[in-house]
């Protein structure tokens, strides 16, 4: 359940309201008017709760729960005792998330570590830099020469902008993030610890061993692109490491030289893709895949988690193992090891 010490709702709903608000259908409408206290988690809710279910495997919780409203697929409401109000959509989740913004609108957005809004005396702030109205830097955060920073953006403590970087309007960057040769769109999320822009990682064999090769790219990271804590993009060797836009990334991802990654993609932690990788538009890498240098990952592709790719993937293809092949042929080979008795693991 949300704690009422760090999140406090925007408002008092009432079960009609949350059914006006979501679009779902509320099974009685005779409960319509009574109010709900919290949002909680299935196996949590009590009297005054809001939660939802979705998964089959879950049903038999059903029968105890002593929750106020509970978002649920059609098939699932008859499992629902009579004086529950049951709010029935074929997206309990997607419902039951749209109800929690609503309710706690500041749940999904940055706001000052601080508490404090403005520019902060202990802040150091080149004189060539430009900042439009409502931005907020925080302590110890320090913006270089030439660096441009738009309206509504939040720069947070001990955050690092390297001279002539561009942030774009109403984005944040968490603390401690470092930002150089980097250029930001708008609503750009750097939750703490990111790094961007640092060298990629080139060097060549040469006489006194190894020998650093130039990186003299940027990184470009279009609008309403979210990244997780930790995160390392590094800037192109000639060309440009980009991410597309509306892409999430999770925490603990390393992304290196001239990378190109699509617009809607969504990358979990601890993914490596190695240099000069390109992933087109709404692709999926689950955790710890690993991608090969120069490779070209397609279009609304899937990726299963801790996945080692080595090869060129299609448009619209599942892939998943180690090596990474198609998915069925993975499938396949794992039962086929199985059937002999051996380890069942790929």
Request: glycine share 12%.
């Amino acid at each position: 359940m949300a704690d009422p010490m760090f999140f406090k709702p925007a408002c008092r709903m009432t079960l009609g309201d949350i059914a006006e608000i979501t679009g779902a259908s509320l099974r009685d409408p005779q409960l319509a008017s009574n109010l709900f206290d919290k949002l909680s988690a299935l196996d949590n809710a009590g009297e005054g709760d809001v939660t939802f279910i979705e998964n089959k495997k879950y049903v038999d919780r059903l029968s105890n729960l002593k929750a106020a409203g509970i978002f649920c697929p059609q098939e699932l409401a008859s499992r629902v005792s009579s004086h529950i109000a049951v709010f029935i959509t074929k997206n309990p989740h997607r419902d039951f998330a749209l109800l929690a913004r609503h309710l706690y609108p500041d749940a999904v957005k940055p706001d000052s570590w601080s508490g404090e809004g403005g520019i902060s005396a202990s802040a150091y702030i080149h004189p060539t830099a430009q900042l439009e109205d409502n931005v907020t830097v925080e302590a110890g955060a320090a913006i270089g020469q030439g660096v441009s920073i738009g309206s509504g953006t939040l720069i947070s403590a001990n955050a690092v902008i390297a001279a002539n970087c561009t942030v774009g309007r109403q984005s944040y960057i968490g603390p401690n993030v470092s930002l150089k040769n980097t250029l930001l769109g708008n609503r750009v999320y750097l939750h703490p610890g990111v790094c961007v822009g640092q060298d990629g990682f080139g060097f060549l064999p040469g006489p006194a061993g190894l020998e650093k090769v130039p990186q003299l790219g940027r990184v470009i990271i279009q609008d309403d692109v979210e990244i997780g804590s930790n995160t390392t993009i590094d800037r192109g060797a000639l060309d440009d490491t980009i991410i597309g836009e509306g892409t999430k990334i999770d925490n603990q991802v390393q992304i290196a030289h001239n990378v190109r990654i699509g617009r809607y993609c969504v990358i979990a932690a601890q993914c490596g893709i190695a240099g000069s990788v390109t992933i087109g538009d709404m692709t999926m890498l689950g955790g710890a895949v690993g991608l090969a240098d120069h490779l070209t990952i397609g279009s609304r592709v899937q990726i299963a988690a801790r996945s080692g790719v080595m090869n060129d993937i299609p448009d619209g293809e599942k892939w998943g193992g180690l090596p990474a092949r198609p998915i069925k042929q993975w499938f396949r080979e794992v039962a086929t090891l199985r059937s002999f008795g051996l380890p069942k693991k790929d």
